[in-house]
């Protein structure tokens, strides 16, 4: 069975622009949360999807968004970016809502210039 | 709200000795407790997990971990380290809502980096 896909794995962007990041969970799991770990803060919670709505949120920004499709798979956007945005965003996905048992993806590496 | 503190940022030890790394949570509620292994550049994989029952649970590449209510941690041990186990150390606890139900938000420690000396 595959693992969790993130896509890309490292991205460059402009401060101002925006950005999408893509997850595939793995096959059957319908909960996908999102990670940001920076190396002074750690690993912080961002939200997290279960059929298509939004269950839960970290303190992040309106900046930071994200959606789930009906396939499970999830995106989350960063608009105008800042030098801080700058981290690796960690996707993880679970087999339901209520189950904390996360497996997660390599990653996508965010540099902001 | 909950967090989870990891004493020690950085350990080393010999290949071969045994190891233990500390992790105190903080939590009103039953605990869901999980550690995690990342390797440089990767993701997070799962070692073990303790959600209820057994406080001593077994998870994979021969990592163990022991949970005391008493004194709010949950510590992960392997009786004898091999080079492979360098690698950054999460230790995480899973949210709940006030009826035990889980959901998928983690907190997670601020990790301890091991390194193994030949």
């Known amino acids: 069975k595959a693992g969790v896909t993130q896509t890309p794995r490292y991205l460059i962007k402009t401060r101002g622009q925006q950005v999408t990041l893509s997850c595939s969970p793995i096959?059957?799991?319908?909960?996908v949360s999102w990670y940001q770990q920076t190396p002074g803060q750690g690993l912080q919670f961002l939200f997290e999807?279960?059929?298509?709505?939004?269950?839960n949120k970290g303190n992040f920004p309106g900046r930071f968004s994200g959606r789930q499709f009906s396939n499970s798979r999830s995106e989350m956007n960063v608009s105008t970016l800042e030098l801080g945005d700058s981290a690796l965003y960690l996707c993880?996905?679970?087999?339901?809502?209520?189950?904390?048992?996360?497996?997660f993806g390599q990653g996508t590496r965010l540099t902001v210039v | 709200a909950q967090s989870v503190t990891q004493p020690d940022i950085h350990i080393t030890v010999s290949e071969g000795a045994s190891l233990e790394l500390r992790c105190n949570y903080s939590y009103g509620a039953t605990p869901y407790l999980f550690w995690y292994v990342q390797s440089p550049g990767q993701g997070l994989q799962l070692l073990l997990k303790y959600f209820s029952g057994d406080t001593l649970v077994q998870g994979i590449k021969g990592f163990e971990a022991e949970f005391k209510r008493s004194q709010s941690s949950f510590n992960l041990r392997k009786p004898s380290v091999h080079w492979s186990d360098a690698a950054e150390y999460f230790c995480?606890?899973?949210?709940?809502?006030?009826?035990?139900?889980?959901?998928?938000?983690?907190?997670f420690g601020q990790g301890t980096i091991l390194t193994v000396h030949p």
């Open positions: 096959s059957g799991h319908r909960s």
């Open positions: 995480a606890v899973g949210d709940s809502n006030a009826g035990g139900t889980s959901y998928g938000k983690l907190t």
């Open positions: 999807y279960f059929s298509e709505t939004q269950r």
């Open positions: 993880a996905s679970s087999p339901s809502v209520g189950n904390t048992e996360a497996f």
